[in-house]
């Protein structure tokens, strides 16, 4: 599943998006897809990897539940939402240097930390970027 949607172009991306689920599952396969050519000792964790996943997955149809019935105010929901927005943050530092350290595990030339970062950050203007990058990243694991 993670190759096939890291294989796909950006405009099929960009339209599939407005949902964060989606937008997670493509931090995860950039994840999981460069590190199998990352040296053991520069891989990303696959249990933070998921654990950072799971958390906004579990707490956004949780969070929403408990808001429409009126079990939970704003004020009782925030340290949850705070924390799912702290788990989205460390990803995409952690997707970021995953991009990074694929290319210099395949000496190719850097991308700008700073950039890969704000591009995934923000998504819309990002994918344009790094999706390319990425499909020709794919290629070279295949």
Same mark, same amino acid.
């Given at each position: 599943?993670?190759?096939?949607?890291?294989?796909?172009?950006?405009?099929?991306?960009? *339209?599939?998006? *407005?949902?964060?689920?989606?937008?997670?599952? *493509?931090?995860?396969?950039? $994840?999981?897809?460069?590190?199998?050519?990352?040296?053991?000792?520069?891989?990303?964790?696959?249990?933070?990897?998921?654990?950072?996943?799971?958390?906004?997955?579990?707490?956004?149809?949780?969070?929403?539940?408990?808001?429409?019935?009126?079990?939970?105010?704003?004020?009782?929901?925030?340290?949850?939402?705070?924390?799912?927005?702290?788990?989205?943050?460390?990803?995409?530092?952690?997707?970021?240097?995953?991009?990074?350290?694929?290319?210099?595990?395949?000496?190719?030339?850097?991308?700008?930390?700073?950039?890969?970062?704000? $591009?995934?950050?923000?998504?819309?203007?990002?994918?344009?970027?790094?999706?390319?990058?990425?499909?020709?990243?794919?290629?070279?694991?295949?």
């Amino acid at each position: 599943m993670t190759r096939e949607y890291l294989s796909k172009n950006p405009k099929e991306l960009f *339209w599939s998006f *407005w949902l964060l689920i989606p937008y997670l599952i *493509w931090m995860y396969s950039i $994840g999981i897809e460069l590190n199998k050519k990352i040296p053991k000792y520069r891989e990303l964790n696959k249990i933070i990897l998921i654990g950072l996943i799971a958390y906004p997955i579990i707490y956004i149809p949780i969070g929403i539940t408990l808001l429409i019935s009126g079990s939970a105010d704003m004020n009782t929901i925030m340290p949850y939402h705070y924390g799912a927005m702290l788990c989205m943050f460390l990803l995409m530092i952690l997707t970021s240097i995953t991009i990074i350290r694929f290319e210099k595990a395949e000496k190719l030339k850097q991308s700008n930390g700073i950039g890969l970062f704000f $591009g995934i950050w923000y998504f819309i203007f990002g994918v344009w970027y790094i999706q390319p990058k990425l499909n020709e990243y794919i290629k070279r694991i295949k």
